[in-house]
C-alpha cells in the first residue's frame, strides 16, 4: 500500500526507453516523489493486468512517455486510455520526435528533448503544484468530485501553446501532432448546419459584415488589449453581462434564437422542448453556426450539459471559407479539462489549457461556459467563475457557434440559455 501523504505518479512508456525512466523515477525519488514503474512493481505471481489498475488508481498523476515505440505500443495506449477515462491527470513528455496520439493532443507537454534538466524543472513544478493541492483536497477520491471549491487555484500553464499543422502532418511522423482527423474534421465543419447557398452567401459577406451587428449595445471602454487579473475579471464579468442582451434564447423549440435545426447522417443539431443537442455519432466534431451573428467585441454565455460521451463548448470570431475554418473555440470535457484554441488555415494553437476545478464533472452535469472578448483579449469564465486570459490578435471578428466533439465514443450535448452582449 503507498503512503497516502506521497504523490504516486504512474510512468507509462516503452521498455525501449528504459533508461531514461529509470533516470526519471530516480531524481523523482529524490524530490520525494513515488514513481510506480512495471518493471520494478510487479511480482511474478500477480496478475498483470489487476496489478497495472490498481497502480493507475492509486496513483494521482500519469505520465506518458512518448517515443515513436511508444505510440505503437498497444500497453502505453491502453495505460493512458484508462488514466485519462478515470480522471487522471495525465501528462505527456516529449522524449523523441513520433507521432503524438490523438486523445493526447490537448494535453500539456513537456519537452525533454533538448534538454533532460529543463524538462525536470518543469515537471517538478507541475508536480509540487499538484501534491499542494492534493495536501488541501487529502480526501479526495480517484474520481473527481462534482462538487468543486471555488477558491481552488490551479498552477498556470508551464508549457508555450502546443503548435500543430493538420496538412502537413498527414502522412508524417512529428511530435507537433499528427491529426487523424483532419480531413473529417474540414468535412464536418464545412458541412455543419445550413451548408448551401446561403451560408456560402453569408461567408462571402463577412469582411463587411464586422460592422452588422447593429443592435443597440452598451459602450463598457474596455482598452483593446487586456491582461485581466482576477478583480479586473470580475468586475469586468459584472459589467459586460448587464443591460439588455443582443441575443437572448432559451435554445429550445419555442425560443430557438438564431440556430436552426440540422440533420446529417453522423451529426445533428436538433432541438427539445427545453434545450438544444448537437450529437456526433463518429470521430470528429459538429458546429452548428447562428447565421448572421457576425460580431467583433462581445460577451457569448451559454450553459451546457454534456448528456453522453466527451466534449463541447462555444465557437466565436468564425471565419469559414471553402478550404478551412478560422476560429477561436472554448471547450470542456466530462473529466474536468477546459481548453482554449485558436485555429487558423487548419492550423491549430491551444492558448489555454488546464484541468479545473471549477467544472461540474461526469454526464448530466450543467456548466456554463462565459467568453468575453474584447479587441486581442478573450477572457474566459466556468460558472461565473474566472478562469484565465489570452492575448491574441489573429482575429477581429466573425460568426458564433456550439460545438460537440468526440474522440472515441459518440457525444452528445445539450445546450440552454445562450446570451450575447455586444459592444460599439
Same mark, same amino acid.
Given at each position: 500500500? !503507498?503512503?497516502?501523504?506521497?504523490?504516486?505518479?504512474? /510512468?507509462?512508456?516503452?521498455?525501449?526507453?528504459?533508461?531514461?525512466?529509470?533516470?526519471?523515477?530516480?531524481?523523482?525519488?529524490?524530490?520525494?516523489?513515488?514513481?510506480?514503474?512495471?518493471?520494478?512493481?510487479?511480482?511474478?505471481?500477480?496478475?498483470?493486468?489487476?496489478?497495472?489498475?490498481?497502480? /493507475?488508481?492509486?496513483?494521482?498523476?500519469?505520465?506518458?512517455?512518448?517515443?515513436?515505440?511508444?505510440?505503437?505500443?498497444?500497453?502505453?495506449?491502453?495505460?493512458?486510455?484508462?488514466?485519462?477515462?478515470?480522471?487522471?491527470?495525465?501528462?505527456?513528455?516529449?522524449?523523441?520526435?513520433?507521432?503524438? !496520439?490523438?486523445?493526447?493532443? %490537448?494535453?500539456?507537454?513537456?519537452?525533454?528533448?533538448?534538454?533532460?534538466?529543463?524538462?525536470?524543472?518543469?515537471?517538478?513544478?507541475?508536480?509540487?503544484?499538484?501534491?499542494?493541492?492534493?495536501?488541501?483536497?487529502?480526501?479526495?477520491?480517484?474520481?473527481?468530485?462534482?462538487?468543486?471549491?471555488? @477558491?481552488?487555484?490551479?498552477?498556470?500553464?508551464?508549457?508555450?501553446?502546443?503548435?500543430?499543422?493538420?496538412?502537413?502532418?498527414?502522412?508524417?511522423?512529428?511530435?507537433?501532432?499528427?491529426?487523424?482527423?483532419? %480531413?473529417?474534421?474540414?468535412?464536418?465543419?464545412?458541412?455543419?448546419?445550413?451548408?448551401?447557398?446561403?451560408?456560402?452567401? $453569408?461567408?462571402?459577406?463577412?469582411?463587411?459584415?464586422?460592422?452588422?451587428?447593429?443592435?443597440?449595445?452598451?459602450?463598457?471602454?474596455?482598452?483593446?488589449?487586456?491582461?485581466?487579473?482576477? %478583480?479586473?475579471?470580475? @468586475?469586468?464579468?459584472?459589467?459586460?453581462?448587464?443591460?439588455?442582451?443582443? $441575443?437572448?434564447?432559451?435554445?429550445?423549440?419555442?425560443?430557438?434564437?438564431?440556430?436552426?435545426?440540422?440533420?446529417?447522417?453522423?451529426?445533428?443539431?436538433?432541438?427539445?422542448?427545453?434545450?438544444?443537442?448537437?450529437?456526433?455519432?463518429?470521430?470528429?466534431?459538429?458546429?452548428?453556426?447562428?447565421?448572421?451573428?457576425?460580431?467583433?467585441?462581445?460577451?457569448?454565455?451559454?450553459?451546457?450539459?454534456?448528456?453522453?460521451?466527451?466534449?463541447?463548448?462555444?465557437?466565436?470570431?468564425?471565419?469559414?471559407?471553402?478550404?478551412?475554418?478560422?476560429?477561436?473555440?472554448?471547450?470542456?470535457?466530462?473529466?474536468?479539462?477546459?481548453?482554449?484554441?485558436?485555429?487558423?488555415?487548419?492550423?491549430?494553437?491551444?492558448?489555454?489549457?488546464?484541468?479545473?476545478?471549477?467544472?461540474?464533472?461526469?454526464?448530466?452535469?450543467?456548466?456554463?461556459?462565459?467568453?468575453?472578448?474584447?479587441?486581442?483579449? /478573450?477572457?474566459?469564465?466556468?460558472?461565473?467563475?474566472?478562469?484565465?486570459?489570452?492575448?491574441?490578435?489573429?482575429?477581429?471578428?466573425?460568426? /458564433?457557434?456550439?460545438?460537440?466533439?468526440?474522440?472515441?465514443?459518440? %457525444?452528445?450535448?445539450?445546450?440552454?440559455?445562450?446570451?450575447?452582449?455586444?459592444?460599439?
Amino acid at each position: 500500500m !503507498p503512503d497516502s501523504s506521497t504523490l504516486q505518479v504512474f /510512468i507509462s512508456y516503452s521498455r525501449t526507453d528504459s533508461a531514461f525512466v529509470n533516470r526519471l523515477k530516480a531524481d523523482l525519488k529524490h524530490h520525494s516523489i513515488s514513481a510506480w514503474v512495471d518493471h520494478s512493481n510487479i511480482e511474478g505471481d500477480q496478475e498483470w493486468p489487476a496489478e497495472l489498475q490498481r497502480a /493507475i488508481d492509486q496513483s494521482q498523476v500519469m505520465l506518458v512517455v512518448l517515443s515513436e515505440e511508444a505510440v505503437k505500443s498497444s500497453w502505453v495506449a491502453n495505460e493512458y486510455h484508462y488514466g485519462l477515462r478515470v480522471g487522471k491527470r495525465v501528462i505527456p513528455i516529449l522524449l523523441q520526435p513520433c507521432q503524438v !496520439p490523438l486523445a493526447l493532443i %490537448t494535453k500539456h507537454w513537456l519537452d525533454f528533448q533538448a534538454s533532460y534538466d529543463n524538462g525536470l524543472g518543469n515537471l517538478l513544478k507541475v508536480l509540487n503544484a499538484v501534491q499542494d493541492l492534493k495536501d488541501q483536497q487529502p480526501n479526495e477520491t480517484v474520481t473527481p468530485s462534482t462538487t468543486r471549491p471555488s @477558491s481552488t487555484t490551479l498552477p498556470a500553464p508551464l508549457i508555450s501553446p502546443l503548435q500543430f499543422n493538420l496538412n502537413s502532418l498527414i502522412g508524417k511522423r512529428s511530435c507537433s501532432i499528427r491529426v487523424v482527423l483532419a %480531413t473529417l474534421a474540414l468535412l464536418l465543419i464545412l458541412a455543419s448546419i445550413g451548408i448551401g447557398a446561403s451560408y456560402y452567401q $453569408i461567408t462571402s459577406n463577412t469582411s463587411n459584415a464586422s460592422a452588422t451587428a447593429t443592435a443597440q449595445a452598451r459602450n463598457t471602454s474596455i482598452p483593446a488589449a487586456l491582461t485581466a487579473t482576477v %478583480t479586473e475579471a470580475y @468586475s469586468l464579468y459584472a459589467q459586460a453581462t448587464a443591460g439588455v442582451p443582443f $441575443i437572448k434564447a432559451a435554445l429550445s423549440s419555442s425560443v430557438p434564437g438564431p440556430w436552426a435545426r440540422d440533420v446529417e447522417k453522423d451529426a445533428s443539431c436538433t432541438f427539445t422542448t427545453q434545450d438544444y443537442h448537437i450529437a456526433v455519432q463518429k470521430q470528429g466534431f459538429k458546429i452548428c453556426f447562428a447565421p448572421d451573428t457576425t460580431l467583433t467585441d462581445f460577451t457569448f454565455q451559454v450553459q451546457m450539459t454534456i448528456i453522453k460521451g466527451e466534449r463541447g463548448g462555444i465557437v466565436f470570431r468564425i471565419t469559414p471559407s471553402q478550404n478551412s475554418v478560422d476560429a477561436y473555440y472554448f471547450e470542456i470535457n466530462s473529466n474536468g479539462r477546459y481548453s482554449l484554441f485558436r485555429v487558423q488555415s487548419n492550423t491549430a494553437n491551444v492558448l489555454a489549457a488546464d484541468t479545473s476545478p471549477l467544472i461540474k464533472t461526469g454526464l448530466d452535469q450543467p456548466n456554463m461556459l462565459t467568453a468575453i472578448v474584447r479587441g486581442s483579449s /478573450i477572457i474566459i469564465f466556468i460558472n461565473r467563475q474566472y478562469v484565465a486570459s489570452v492575448t491574441d490578435p489573429t482575429y477581429k471578428s466573425g460568426l /458564433i457557434g456550439l460545438i460537440a466533439q468526440t474522440d472515441q465514443q459518440a %457525444t452528445e450535448v445539450a445546450f440552454s440559455d445562450a446570451e450575447v452582449w455586444t459592444v460599439q
